[in-house]
């Protein structure tokens, strides 16, 4: 799959004060991203705060997103959860017309052994009219999807054609690029290790930090799948701190204030979630002020 190598990037989902979808905000944040470099974009992934958003909401972000992007880069929809049946039905009932691939994240809450999560893909694999990126964060989802499962998942369904690695292990990625199916994609998902993947064979990212500083980080990747070492990694250490700073009180409240200091748009997240406190605030202004001078 072409339209994945590259830099994707997980949207968030911009709310204005009263907590509503603010669909202006997020109109200006995907063309900024297409005006900037990106390859491709991920909608309702985990930093869209999907889990705090309404089944209208969340056809109100896709058809936003659909609406600004005009037809201009390939689109992946976040299609998971840790109920299989329900996955299952929503690959089933959805109009997935306006969109490459699914992105969907290995079970979390319920800790399946390594087989129930070959299982849980198998029935996605049956049910999903388009391809499918599996999505393996063990930091959010408490159970580790094993490089053995994803080149047995690979080997097994076509329609499986990449993995979004967020283990943020390079040796656990290594393994994955040394053993997977030819033409299957390993895309970092962890923004710091990107270019040590990219450089071992993998076939890009699915950013965060990409959103905010779009142009300098798919620059970095595109110079990483093209051998250029050096040029990628001063890209790398010039974003460096900004990948610590916008994790640092979690995500998207991170890369929210990047945002909102460059005017896209309001620094507000949902509970569970809090913004993050004005220390952090005022080094990610002037980090951002830095790169942007």
Do not use: W
Request: hydrophobic letters at 45%.
């Amino acid at each position: 799959m072409q339209s994945l190598i590259g830099t994707g990037v997980a949207l968030v989902t911009p709310f204005k004060k009263d907590f509503s979808v603010d669909t202006e905000a997020l109109t200006r944040i995907v063309n900024f991203q297409i005006d900037n470099g990106i390859d491709y974009l991920v909608v309702l992934g985990t930093t869209a705060e999907s889990a705090t958003l309404t089944s209208a909401e969340k056809e109100l972000v896709i058809q936003t997103v659909i609406e600004a992007n005009k037809n201009r880069l390939p689109l992946v929809l976040g299609v998971g959860g840790n109920n299989t049946l329900q996955v299952v039905e929503e690959l089933k009932t959805r109009n997935l017309n306006d969109f490459v691939a699914v992105l969907s994240v290995s079970p979390y809450y319920n800790k399946p052994s390594q087989e129930g999560i070959y299982q849980h893909f198998k029935a996605i694999s049956e049910a999903s009219p388009l391809p499918i990126i599996l999505y393996n964060v063990p930091g959010r989802t408490s159970s580790n999807m094993l490089p053995s499962t994803v080149i047995r998942l690979a080997n097994d369904f076509k329609n499986i054609v990449a993995i979004k690695e967020a283990a943020g292990d390079i040796v656990q990625a290594m393994k994955l690029i040394q053993h997977k199916p030819k033409d299957f994609l390993v895309i970092s998902g962890d923004d710091m290790v990107t270019l040590p993947m990219v450089l071992a064979g993998g076939a890009g990212v699915i950013s965060v930090i990409g959103e905010g500083f779009p142009k300098q980080f798919s620059d970095m990747v595109r110079l990483g799948l093209n051998r250029k070492v050096d040029e990628a990694y001063t890209l790398h250490y010039q974003l460096a701190d900004a990948i610590d700073m916008i994790f640092e009180q979690g995500n998207p409240a991170g890369i929210k204030e990047v945002f909102k200091s460059i005017g896209l748009c309001e620094n507000v997240v949902r509970l569970p979630l809090v913004n993050v406190n004005e220390d952090l605030a005022n080094r990610i202004y002037q980090f951002v002020k830095k790169v942007n001078n």
